[in-house]
């Protein structure tokens, strides 16, 4: 699909502006304002390629903890992704009550995920099932990494969605480390893709670091699932830049060398240059939208320092139903 200047523009964007927050984050973590952060870094393009194929507001999401690009395309605001960090009043996945990037966000129909890896596919899968019974036209985008694939829940929410041709777009997001294993450690096969050939869909591997191609696979798999199709599986390669978590030490099973290596796959360094060799945008525009984007992280990170936490009576609402009794 050829794509206009505009929208070309719009989706490098939203990769700098996820990235600029992601790495605020970090900042935050290191000066102790915030306990825990979970980076994106290295995912923006497969996120923002793959957010960009879908109707926001219509279609549904089950993302996971990494999908930071992702939530910001869908609408979630750097504000609401600081207020989750600091853990303050008005943080719209979790009220403040679950650690950071447990992403959902009601208005858009992102549903929350569990800490436990791979749950959300298994709700990808109802929810894919609630969309065929219905004979709605929607479909269902759920995100992984490619670790766990390896996990009980996945392979019942895939099988699941094949069996009963549900309009589900299962992205795995191949960073090459599974926590802290590669992928030649956690699955025999080379690509997780390969593991759709023995469930009964299509398995599609993609170049996780080119948004254009990512977008272009997705729209087709989103299609394909819109008209009845069934559902996809699309691996997503591309290289996890930071550490697993800030609670990570990543130099006990990485070389610096081969970090620095991977640098030059950043998705963001590939977009920049396809634009500017396309004249698509100048230096000066791509300068003015870096400085637009720190100032929007910068305004984000004030309000949420401002912010307040919630009350002690927000505690147990909504997690126990109010006690309501008649007459």
Not at 12 to 36: N, P, T
Not at 266 to 277: G, S, W, Y
């Amino acid at each position: 699909m050829e794509l206009s200047s505009e929208l070309k523009k719009e989706m490098y964007w939203m990769m700098l502006l996820s990235r600029r927050l992601d790495e605020r984050a970090w900042v935050l973590h290191r000066q102790g304002k915030i306990a825990f952060h979970i980076s994106g870094i290295g995912h923006e393009a497969a996120q923002v390629g793959a957010a960009f194929a879908l109707k926001k507001g219509f279609d549904w999401v089950t993302p996971y903890y990494r999908d930071l690009a992702l939530m910001l395309c869908l609408g979630l605001t750097p504000r609401e992704f600081v207020l989750s960090l600091m853990g303050k009043s008005g943080d719209p996945s979790s009220g403040a009550r679950q650690m950071p990037s447990h992403f959902s966000l009601r208005r858009v129909n992102a549903v929350s995920h569990s800490a436990p890896v791979a749950t959300q596919t298994v709700h990808a899968a109802g929810i894919g099932l609630a969309i065929k019974m219905k004979k709605e036209d929607k479909v269902v985008l759920t995100t992984i990494g490619e670790g766990s694939t390896s996990q009980g829940e996945w392979y019942e929410g895939v099988n699941w969605a094949a069996v009963h041709q549900l309009p589900v777009i299962f992205l795995v997001q191949n960073n090459q480390y599974a926590i802290s294993v590669p992928p030649e450690l956690q699955m025999a096969v080379k690509s997780s893709a390969d593991k759709a050939c023995g469930l009964g869909l299509p398995g599609i591997t993609v170049d996780g670091t080119d948004v254009f191609e990512v977008f272009d696979i997705v729209s087709s798999a989103v299609e394909r699932a819109r008209t009845g199709g069934g559902p996809t599986l699309i691996e997503a390669r591309m290289y996890r830049i930071t550490p697993h978590s800030s609670d990570d030490d990543d130099r006990t099973y990485r070389s610096r060398e081969e970090v620095e290596e991977n640098k030059k796959k950043d998705p963001i360094i590939l977009i920049r240059q396809k634009l500017l060799d396309t004249l698509v945008v100048s230096e000066k525009e791509l300068q003015e939208m870096d400085s637009n984007a720190k100032e929007i992280v910068t305004e984000a990170v004030k309000f949420g320092e401002e912010a307040p936490y919630p009350s002690f009576e927000e505690a147990s609402y909504p997690v126990f139903v109010e006690d309501v009794r008649n007459g």
